[in-house]
């Protein structure tokens, strides 16, 4: 349900870019990986939230970049296993890693430490907007 607050934030800035009497036609975004927002949930609000808006029937296109990490020891840049469980439990796993009290934490490739720091994966950004001018 923490999905609906982000759409209609995203659906209100895609309504103001259109101008009047133009259609939305698509929205682009970024949902990292850690993020726990699903793709299924976030399409099925923006649908709903807008029918009988000038962005009803518009496609609603959700990438989700991957985790990165950077091991503080070596400083190499790596990305995250991938999210067998999910985006929550991943990020939970990162979380208790990353404050030390996991062991199985990720492990940087190359040095083989786990004192890692998130880079990205966090991010949640309204790439794109279509809008098809109906005048």
Same mark, same amino acid.
């Given at each position: 349900?923490?999905?609906?607050?982000? =759409?209609?934030?995203?659906?209100?800035? $895609?309504?103001?870019?259109?101008?009047?009497?133009? *259609?939305?036609?698509?929205?682009?975004?970024? =949902?990292?990986?850690?993020?726990?927002?699903?793709?299924?949930?976030?399409?099925?609000?923006?649908?709903?939230?807008? *029918?009988?808006? $000038?962005?009803?029937? $518009?496609?609603? *296109? =959700?990438?989700?970049?991957?985790?990165?990490? *950077?091991?503080?020891?070596?400083? $190499?840049?790596?990305?995250?296993?991938?999210r067998?469980?999910?985006?929550?439990?991943?990020?939970?796993?990162?979380?208790?890693?990353?404050?030390?009290?996991a062991?199985? &934490?990720?492990?940087?490739?190359?040095? &083989?430490?786990?004192d890692?720091?998130?880079?990205?994966?966090?991010?949640?950004?309204?790439?794109?907007?279509?809008?098809?001018?109906?005048?």
């Amino acid at each position: 349900m923490h999905e609906l607050p982000l =759409v209609m934030d995203v659906l209100a800035l $895609a309504l103001k870019a259109a101008p009047d009497g133009a *259609r939305v036609t698509a929205v682009e975004l970024s =949902v990292g990986a850690l993020r726990d927002a699903e793709g299924p949930w976030l399409e099925r609000y923006f649908r709903m939230l807008a *029918r009988g808006t $000038a962005a009803e029937g $518009a496609a609603l *296109r =959700v990438t989700r970049p991957e985790a990165r990490l *950077r091991c503080l020891s070596c400083g $190499a840049l790596f990305e995250a296993a991938a999210r067998p469980r999910g985006p929550a439990a991943l990020a939970r796993a990162l979380a208790a890693a990353l404050a030390r009290r996991a062991p199985e &934490g990720p492990a940087c490739p190359e040095c &083989g430490r786990r004192d890692c720091a998130v880079e990205g994966g966090l991010e949640f950004s309204l790439d794109r907007i279509e809008v098809e001018d109906r005048r």
